[in-house]
């Protein structure tokens, strides 16, 4: 079974950058569409980006257009999620979630079927 693991997380600057990354064997054998998804304390999981099995497709969430980068590196079966001028508000725990879609990838939930235990990033002088 898929397990994802994200790592990379962590207490950031306001301003500042980091770059979350998603681990699991089988993202690029099985043609895994890869999405991250945050959630904050007392708020809805919220899908932040995703990308399509073969990387040619990708969706970003309107709060960080512009600051995020999703990519995949699929020798190394891996995705990354680099986000820049991070807020306060970017403050979740950020989650990875896979699933075997064909062509694009999705921000709904709902659709993906295994995910990863999290990473905390915290965005704080």
């Known amino acids: 079974q898929l397990q994802p693991v994200e790592s990379g997380g962590g207490l950031v600057q306001p301003g500042g950058s980091l770059r979350l990354s998603c681990a699991a064997s089988g993202f690029t054998r099985d043609g895994y569409a890869i999405a991250w998804f945050r959630q904050a304390p007392g708020k809805e999981r919220e899908g932040v980006a995703c990308?399509?099995?073969?990387?040619?497709?990708?969706r970003y969430a309107d709060s960080v257009k512009g600051r995020a980068t999703v990519s995949r590196d699929n020798a190394r079966n891996t995705v990354s999620l680099e986000m820049n001028n991070l807020e306060p508000e970017d403050t979740a725990r950020y989650y990875c979630?896979?699933?075997?879609?064909?062509?694009?990838?999705?921000?709904?939930?709902?659709?993906?079927?295994?995910w990863g235990q999290g990473t905390q990033v915290t965005v704080s002088p």
């Open positions: 979630a896979a699933e075997p879609l064909y062509e694009h990838c999705s921000l709904t939930d709902q659709i993906y079927t295994y």
């Open positions: 990308i399509s099995r073969i990387g040619t497709s990708t």
